[in-house]
Every structure is written in C-alpha cells, then in structure tokens.
C-alpha cells in the first residue's frame, strides 16, 4: 500500500524543539522531492521546507534558519527538526511528495508550541 504516515509531534514549550518524522513507502520516495507541510488552525495547508532526491533543500521565510528538512533514502525516512519552536509553529503537520500528487495525505501529526 502506497503510504505516508508521520509521528513526532507533541506539546513543546516556545523556545522548545521537535524533530518529527515520516515513513514513506519506497514507491513514492525512491526518486521523489519531499515535502513538509503544515495547516494552522482555520488555516490552509502550506508548504514549509522540501528536499529532492540528492539533498538539496529550500524553506519557507517562516521556517528558514530554525527548521532543517533531511531524508534516509535507504530507511525511506524523511525527517523535520525544528528548533526555537514560537506558538504561530502550532499546526498539523504532513509529509508528501512535492508536488503532492502521488499519495494520499497521512494523517499527519499535531504540534502544539505553548507561549
């Protein structure tokens, strides 16, 4: 079954840091750019930070410089460590491909970032 299925997330205090993770199947992430992505409460879904196949990465303003995006191509594993975590971090968070057109969105993981 072609998946995504993302874990890490929690309750953090502001100033706090997280890393959170997504299992992917190989048949999407062998070869794919990835994406994080994230939906604030009463918000839309956006992209925030995404890394192709050799490691090359880009982020949103709102992220850059306190989020690194990094995958384990041979555990098929992408990963979000996010530091100096503020409450506006609050949000959902997913994993998928970018664009997000080859797999169903997981449920993705809540983080809440208190103040």
């Known amino acids: 079954q072609v998946r995504v299925m993302e874990s890490g997330g929690g309750l953090v205090q502001a100033g706090g840091s997280l890393r959170l993770s997504c299992e992917a199947s190989?048949?999407?992430?062998?070869?794919?750019?990835m994406g994080w992505y994230r939906q604030p409460p009463g918000e839309q879904r956006e992209l925030i930070a995404r890394?192709?196949?050799?490691?090359?990465?880009s982020y949103a303003e709102s992220v850059k410089g306190r989020f690194t995006i990094s995958r384990d191509n041979a555990k098929n594993i992408l990963y979000l460590d996010m530091t100096s975590l503020k409450p506006e971090d609050t949000a959902v968070y997913y994993c998928?491909?970018?664009?997000?057109?080859?797999?169903?969105w997981g449920k993705g993981t809540l983080v809440t970032v208190s103040s």
């Open positions: 998928n491909t970018n664009p997000p057109n080859r797999v169903a």
């Open positions: 890394i192709i196949w050799r490691g090359d990465t």
């Open positions: 190989r048949t999407i992430f062998s070869g794919s750019t």
